[in-house]
C-alpha cells in the first residue's frame, strides 16, 4: 500500500497550442472563448494532478508560450514539443523524461478530475504491475495510461485507442471514476464535466458567460 502514499508517478500531460487545440469544442463557447478555455482547461486538469498524493511531478509537453507560462505557474515542469510529430511521439518524449520512475500519461482535458480519483486509480496501476489504462466514459478513448518503473510507456492515443491499448497488453482499469474518465471533447462533454464539478479556472471561464 505504499505506492499510494509515496509521491512515485511522473505525469507527463501533452497539450496541443492553443490555435490548433480542440477543434471539436468549437460553438461551444463564442470563439474568442476558446483558447482560455483550453489553457484553463489543462491548468485544472496539472492542478488536479499535482494535488494528488501519488504523483511527485507533473511533466507538461507544449510548444505554446502562453500554455508553458501558465502550468509552469501551476508548478509543472515543461518540455518543448517537436511539432507535427502527434501525440504519442510527444508523451514517448516526456516518458524518457521520468529517468526510469514510474510514469503516468494523461491528457489535458481532464477539467473535473479529483485527485482522489487520480490517487486511486494509480493504485490500482501500481498493483497491476503493468502498463495500465484508464478509458473514457464511453469506452473507446483513453484518459489515462501507466507503465510501472523501467516499462516502456506504449501509447496509442488516438481514435480507438482504448481497444489499441488493450492489444498492446495494457490492462484495462475500468473504475468508478466519472471526474477522472470524464474528458472534454464536445460541448456535451463540457456540460457534463460541469455537472461532476469543475475546477476553478474551468469554472470561472463559464461564469463568464453565463
Ligand atoms: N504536445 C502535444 N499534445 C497533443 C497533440 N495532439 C493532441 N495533444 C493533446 O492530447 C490530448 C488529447 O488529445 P485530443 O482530445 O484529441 O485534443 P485535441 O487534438 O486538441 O482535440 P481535437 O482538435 O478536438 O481533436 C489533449 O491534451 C491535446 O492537447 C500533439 O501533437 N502534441
Ligand atoms: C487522444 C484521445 O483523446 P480523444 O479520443 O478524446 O481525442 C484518446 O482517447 O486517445
Redesign the pocket.
Known amino acids: 500500500m505504499l505506492s499510494t502514499r509515496v509521491a512515485t508517478w511522473t505525469a507527463v500531460?501533452?497539450?496541443?497550442p492553443l490555435g490548433?487545440?480542440?477543434?471539436?469544442?468549437r460553438g461551444a463557447v463564442p470563439d474568442a472563448t476558446h483558447p482560455g478555455l483550453?489553457l484553463a482547461m489543462?491548468r485544472d486538469?496539472v492542478a488536479a494532478v499535482l494535488a494528488c498524493p501519488a504523483v511527485s511531478r507533473v511533466v507538461v509537453?507544449?510548444?505554446d508560450p502562453q500554455v508553458r507560462a501558465g502550468l509552469v505557474a501551476a508548478g509543472a515542469t515543461c518540455l518543448p514539443?517537436t511539432?507535427?510529430?502527434?501525440?504519442n511521439?510527444?508523451?514517448a518524449f516526456g516518458a524518457r523524461a521520468a529517468g526510469g520512475a514510474p510514469v503516468v500519461a494523461l491528457?489535458?482535458?481532464l477539467p473535473a478530475m479529483r485527485p482522489a480519483d487520480l490517487a486511486v486509480a494509480l493504485a490500482e496501476a501500481a498493483r497491476a504491475g503493468r502498463r495500465a489504462f484508464v478509458p473514457d466514459l464511453e469506452g473507446s478513448?483513453t484518459v489515462l495510461l501507466a507503465a510501472p518503473a523501467g516499462v516502456p510507456l506504449d501509447p496509442h492515443?488516438?481514435p480507438g485507442s482504448a481497444a489499441a491499448h488493450l492489444r498492446s497488453g495494457a490492462l484495462r482499469l475500468d473504475g468508478d471514476w466519472p471526474s477522472l474518465r470524464r474528458?472534454v471533447?464536445?460541448a456535451a462533454d463540457l456540460d457534463a464535466a460541469a455537472g461532476l464539478g469543475l475546477g476553478s479556472h474551468t469554472g470561472e471561464i463559464l461564469c463568464t458567460l453565463a
Open positions: 500531460v501533452p497539450v496541443k490548433a487545440a480542440k477543434t471539436r469544442l483550453v489543462a486538469t509537453v507544449c510548444d514539443d511539432p507535427a510529430a502527434g501525440l511521439a510527444a508523451l491528457t489535458a482535458d478513448g492515443f488516438g474528458d471533447d464536445t
